[in-house]
T-cell receptor
Framework: AQRVTQPEKLLSVFKGAPVELKCNYS??????LFWYVQYSRQRLQLLLR??SRESIKGFTADLNKGETSFHLKKPFAQEEDSAMYYC????????????????FGKGTKLSVIP | DARVTQTPRHKVTEMGQEVTMRCQPI?????VFWYRQTMMQGLELLAY????????DSGMPKDRFSAEMPDATLATLKIQPSEPRDSAVYFC???????????FGPGTRLTVL
């Protein structure tokens, strides 16, 4: 069974400080990992996915298979980054029919203090 | 800018009543997902469809929940009878293909008294 763990329910940082939102996963195969974000009064939306290896809004995330982690990082937090962040896992491309589904962590609320 | 739509946005009902939530996926998407979000459990997958066929509904309490896609533009999630523990935000999401991004609707906030 796959599982995603986000150990922090709430993370508060000062504006300009570095941010790291932790995500650990449990899965026997090679998963795909995602970060989704939900800003206040907005719908959940994709922030980034590990296979794209891109930086979105200054955020990056590296998949560490040895540590089974996919932490989200940003060097300098901005007030507009305050939101709920969800890490999610999908079985990889060589999996069966179940690879459509996303398993989400319980989320971390990021609060950036001005 | 195509978006997933959900109706109603808010629903307050009494225990024992039937609740129907509707979702219109983005045109052309062939996968549809239903999630439930609560403070305690976070986001849980209830069911999902590909090309209108149900692929997995193991996350759904079968005795009271049912999910259908009567056509490619409409997905429904029904609860009958509803219970207070069903109070949550229910999200619909759609996507294209196996590894595409899932696009989420705004959610239906359900309160069962």
């Amino acid at each position: 069974a796959q599982r995603v763990t986000q150990p922090e329910k709430l993370l508060s940082v000062f504006k300009g400080a570095p941010v790291e939102l932790k995500c650990n996963y449990s899965y026997s195969g090679s998963p795909e990992l995602f970060w989704y974000v939900q800003y206040s009064r907005q719908r959940l939306q994709l922030l980034l996915r590990h296979i794209s290896r891109e930086s979105i809004k200054g955020f990056t995330a590296d998949l560490n298979k040895g540590e089974t982690s996919f932490h989200l990082k940003k060097p300098f937090a901005q007030e507009e980054d305050s939101a709920m962040y969800y890490c999610a896992l999908s079985p990889g491309q060589y999996s069966g029919a179940g690879s459509y589904q996303l398993t989400f962590g319980k989320g971390t609320k990021l609060s950036v203090i001005p | 800018d195509a978006r997933v739509t959900q109706t109603p946005r808010h629903k307050v009902t009494e225990m024992g009543q039937e609740v129907t939530m509707r979702c219109q996926p983005i045109l052309g998407h062939n996968t549809v997902f239903w999630y439930r979000q609560t403070m305690m459990q976070g986001l849980e997958l209830l069911a999902y469809f590909r090309n209108r066929a149900p692929l997995d509904d193991s996350g759904m309490p079968k005795d009271r929940f049912s999910a259908e896609m009567p056509d490619a533009t409409l997905a429904t999630l029904k609860i009958q009878p509803s219970e207070p523990r069903d109070s949550a935000v229910y999200f619909c999401a759609s996507g294209w293909g196996r590894w595409d991004t899932q696009y989420f609707g705004p959610g239906t906030r359900l309160t069962v008294l």
